[in-house]
Structure formats: C-alpha cells, structure tokens
C-alpha cells in the first residue's frame, strides 16, 4: 500500500506542475524510485511515470508552439499599426498621449506553463525586456532594441520578478508625460547602455491579437483586438491595416460610448487576449449588438483617411470589405459582418471617401477628414 501511494503521489505531482519547467518536474518524480518486494507490478510503475512524463513534455512542446505563434502575430500588428498611430495622432484628439514607442515583458508577462515557455521560446528571465519597439517612434530613433533588458528609466531602478510589467509602466508613464526625452539604461550583450528617447505623440490605442479564429474585430474605447482569424483572412498588411484604421476610427469617434457596448466588448477583448480564451463565450451574436450603419459609415470615413495618412494604399479597401461581406455574410454568427451589417451603405461611403482623398492627393492639398 505505501507503494502504490507514493507511485499515485508522483504521477499528480507530474500533471499539477505543469508551470514549472518540464526538466524539474521529471527529475522531482523519478527520485520516488519504487522497488516493490513483487517485481511483476515494476513495470506498471514505470510505465505510469513514463505516461506523466509524456504529458507534460506534449504540454511544453504545445505550450511553446502556441507563444511563438501568438508573439509573432502581434509584432506583426505592432509593425503595421505603427504608422497608423503616430501619422495620426492629431485625428486621435484627446486619446492621444506621449509614448515611449515600446513594450517591455519577462517571464512573469504569462500564467502557467506560459511561465516556463517564455523562457524557452524568448529567453525571458526575471528582468524585463524590451519585446517590441514602434516603427517610427523616438524609441526607434534612439536605437533601443528589442531584447534590450531594462535596467534604469530617469536614474530610478526598474523592478524585476512578478508584477514588474505593471509596477515599470507606473514609473514610465509619468515620466514621458511630464518630459521630452527618457534617459533610459540598457543591458545590451552584458554591457550597460545609456539612451536618450525622444517622447512619441501617437494615439494612445493598445492593439491586441486575439487568440480564436473567428473572422472579426473589436474596439471598447481603448483598446483595438483583430483576431487570429481576421488576421489570416486578411493576408496582406494593407488589409489588415484597413481593419486596424476602422476600430482605432471607432474609439476616436467615441462608438463604444455612444452604442454603450463598452462592457461588452471589454469583456470579449479580455476573454481573447488570453492565450487559451473561452470559446464558448463567443457563441452566437457574444452579446454585441449590430452596428448602426451610419456610425459604421463615419468610421469608415475616418479609417481611410488614417490608412491614407499612414502611407497605405487606399485602392482596395472596397474589394477587402465586399469580398469579406460576401464570404462571411451576416448569417455568419460572430463575424465581423453580423456585427457591421451595413454594407451597401458603407460601401458607398467608402467609394465616395476613396474619391475624396485620391482628389486631395493629386491636388497636394492636406488629408484632412
């Protein structure tokens, strides 16, 4: 009977500490060696220990798999929605802030055995790392690098461990407020590097990848989510970009407020942004109500101006939204156009828009909505 125990003590220890690494977890088991007074039952043993070790080196291995694929998604957004946000900042109106033009994680950024992928995928330790700098942004003109590690903003120390994205963020922020330029320092290859950041004014909009691959997209206010799905459909940058330009013209013009679907949408933005999200809370219409056509229409109006002013072609913006319209109809329940149905009226925005700005453009005069 205490064999059998400790050998059941072992095989729960193996499954529960899926957030260690997967190194630890098997050397812990195999040290509880079993040697039964009945030989016949040693394989059992081994057998039961050889199947938990499976499971936790199949975990790491998906775990892994699905971090890489979830960062690389979003340096791509980051890279795309770049111009979008700096090229714009005077469209943004109040939500738009001085910016430092990067983000910054370690392994603490992610929960369970996240934790441990983190480390194996993105060398993330305790410190933080820069994981993404801002096409364009003083952070980028500066030379701050992604994988820089953080080790000083304004002379005060950042913090490292659990926690130390969100307590970095309340000693950054107040500092690109009040200033012009960060003194930040750096560990690049084991040496300490000074820098100088110019503040970047941008819209203040935190873009999101959405883990689920449904074909839509959100906005609360504050935030922009595009889904995996979306994201695949859409292929090209410049579609994806037309996407981004249309939530981001949806917070500035305040629909989130106005439909009052905040809540809502928040909730459905914090569901996706997990790496494993509930897809069950995405059945059916998720409680998002239908877009008025003509709020769709103005938004539709200011992205393109906003995907003008950032440099992308405005040429095919009519094609992506009509075959969109036409492969995933409003019958599609929480689609992007069960949630955006009026699509004749917005393409007729859109064509008269794509002729306002084409005009503007050949004339020199300014991309002003």
Excluded at 291 to 297: A, F, H, K, S, V
Aim: proline residues 4%; hydrophobic residues 40%.
């Amino acid at each position: 009977m205490v064999r059998q125990h400790v050998s059941r003590t072992c095989a729960s220890r193996s499954v529960a500490a899926l957030v260690m690494v997967a190194a630890s977890v098997l050397s812990g088991c195999t040290t509880y060696t079993v040697r039964p007074a009945d030989t016949a039952s040693e394989p059992v043993v081994a057998r039961t220990v050889n199947q938990d070790q499976n499971v936790v080196t199949a975990k790491m291995a998906t775990a892994r798999e699905e971090l890489g694929q979830m960062v690389a998604l979003q340096d791509r957004l980051y890279r795309i929605a770049a111009p979008l946000l700096i090229n714009n900042a005077d469209l943004c109106r109040s939500q738009a802030r001085n910016l430092l033009g990067f983000t910054a994680k370690n392994r603490y950024s992610y929960s369970g055995e996240y934790v441990d992928a983190a480390t194996a995928v993105l060398n993330y330790g305790d410190r933080l790392e820069v994981a993404s700098v801002l096409a364009g942004s003083g952070a980028a003109k500066a030379g701050l690098k992604q994988g820089d590690i953080l080790l000083e903003a304004g002379g005060k120390p950042l913090p490292t461990g659990p926690n130390a994205e969100t307590q970095a963020a309340a000693i950054l922020g107040p500092l690109a407020s009040n200033s012009k330029t960060l003194n930040l320092m750096v560990e690049r290859k084991n040496t300490n590097v000074p820098l100088k950041l110019p503040v970047t004014r941008a819209c203040a909009f935190k873009i999101d990848i959405g883990n689920a691959d449904t074909i839509n997209a959100y906005s609360d206010g504050q935030r922009v989510l595009i889904t995996r799905g979306m994201v695949n459909f859409a292929q090209t940058d410049e579609a994806i970009a037309y996407v981004l330009a249309k939530d981001m013209a949806h917070n500035i013009l305040g629909h989130a407020a106005i439909t009052r679907s905040a809540y809502t949408v928040g909730g459905i933005i914090d569901n996706l942004v997990a790496i494993r999200p509930d897809t069950s809370l995405l059945i059916g219409s998720a409680g998002v109500k239908p877009m008025p056509q003509e709020l769709d229409g103005a938004a539709d109006r200011l992205s393109l101006y906003m995907v003008a002013r950032a440099g992308y072609s405005t040429a095919g913006a009519r094609a992506f939204w009509q075959r969109l319209a036409t492969q995933y109809p409003a019958t599609v329940l929480n689609g992007y156009t069960a949630n955006h149905p009026g699509v004749s009226y917005r393409l007729s925005v859109i064509d008269k828009t794509v002729a306002d700005i084409r005009s503007k453009q050949s004339s020199n005069k300014p991309l002003i909505p």
